[in-house]
């Protein structure tokens, strides 16, 4: 599990942001109170110069250490009192001085005793989403919201049982070795719903997904293919290797051509090779996906994707009449 690299990143320094800011803010409180209460600022500099004079208390030597550090202690606590008072007294929170940070667990470090909070394991999950790409998708399409009503008969235990091993394979993914599926069938069948509902799961699952169309993916390797020499912007296609899971929408979709079919090629297999994950969906059966590309992609699709086959009546059609 380990998140996509850039999203930590930049969750991290959301984070520091958070806690900077929330440090200033409690600085401001303090100076603000300050300047309005007479008094205030020598309780405060001096409560907080506590630390410092009992470590000149112990400089001193062993010697009345304990009587000095003792009247430090007396003194420190008898203003944090008179602190409170005055707080009170003039209509403050007791805690106004505090700072107040958003998540009270890990003080918006982002992880607790060496283990990620909660908060910014949420704050990773939802920039996953986006950087996946799924983001747009993922609010109708997920697990909950595939619903096997639509499909009648013998097709209704298909997408029962596609439903479940999905469910299942979301569940135990962990990344390489986790094996690859391809969806197979009509328009309409929930082929895509299916892809964004895993993709989904396993990004909240803490893996770095990538979800595009074949048609996104194609036009990706042909800019990359094509940049120029002086272009120094980042490698895009690195994330299609590098990403825990791949997912290719709408195989079969893409403007073809004898490139598509040798990146396809190298891909699939370098993927394969090394036991990364890919979820594919197309409309081309067996026999289309040998025209369309060869012989050789065919049958790394078939010998090495778990295949499902989507079977009934489009849904997209059946809930327009809805
Ligand atoms: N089982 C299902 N339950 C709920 N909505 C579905 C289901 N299958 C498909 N849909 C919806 O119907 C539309 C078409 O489905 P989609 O997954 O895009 O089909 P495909 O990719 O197989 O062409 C989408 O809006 C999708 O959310
Ligand atoms: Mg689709
Ligand atoms: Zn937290």
């Known amino acids: 599990m380990a998140f996509y690299r850039e999203d930590y990143v930049l969750v991290k320094k959301k984070f520091e942001e958070k806690r900077n800011k929330a440090k200033e803010q409690a600085l401001a ?7 309005q209460i007479p008094g205030m600022r020598q309780i405060c500099d001096t409560i907080e110069s506590a630390g410092p004079r009992a470590y000149r208390a112990a400089l001193l030597g062993r010697e009345g250490f304990d009587e000095r550090f003792a009247e430090i202690r007396r003194q420190t606590e008898e203003l944090v009192e008179k602190q409170a008072e005055i707080l009170a007294e003039n209509g403050f929170p007791k805690d106004y001085f505090d700072v107040k940070y958003e998540c009270p667990v890990c003080r918006d470090e982002g992880n607790v005793d060496g283990r990620m909070c909660e908060c910014m394991r949420a704050e990773l999950i939802k920039a996953g989403y986006v950087s996946s790409g799924i983001s747009g998708l993922c609010g109708r399409m997920s697990f909950e919201t595939f619903d096997t009503s639509y499909y009648s ?13 999905c469910r299942r394979y979301a569940k135990e993914f962990h990344g390489k070795g986790s094996g690859s599926m391809i969806f197979m069938g009509g328009t309409g069948l929930g082929k895509t719903h299916m892809s964004v509902a895993v993709a989904k799961a396993v990004v909240e699952a803490g893996y770095s997904v990538y979800y595009r169309t074949a048609e996104e993916l194609f036009a990706d390797f042909r800019a990359e293919r094509f940049r120029r020499f002086d272009d120094n912007s980042p490698v895009r296609t690195d994330r299609y290797a590098e990403c825990e899971l791949l997912v290719i929408d709408d195989l079969g979709t893409e403007t073809s051509g004898r490139d598509v079919t040798s990146f396809l090629y190298s891909l699939l297999n370098m993927r394969i090779n090394s036991g990364m994950p890919t979820l594919i969906s197309t409309n081309l059966s067996h026999k289309d996906m040998i025209s369309v590309y060869d012989e050789r992609i065919a049958s790394r699709l078939l010998g090495e994707f778990l295949p499902y086959r989507f079977t009934g009546t489009d849904v997209r059609m059946q809930k327009l009449k809805e």
Do not use: K, P
Request: one cysteine or more; a negative charge.
């Open 29 to 35: 409180r303090r100076e603000y109170l300050c300047e």
């Open 153 to 165: 008969g013998e097709d209704r235990r298909n997408a029962e049982l596609i439903l479940d091993r």
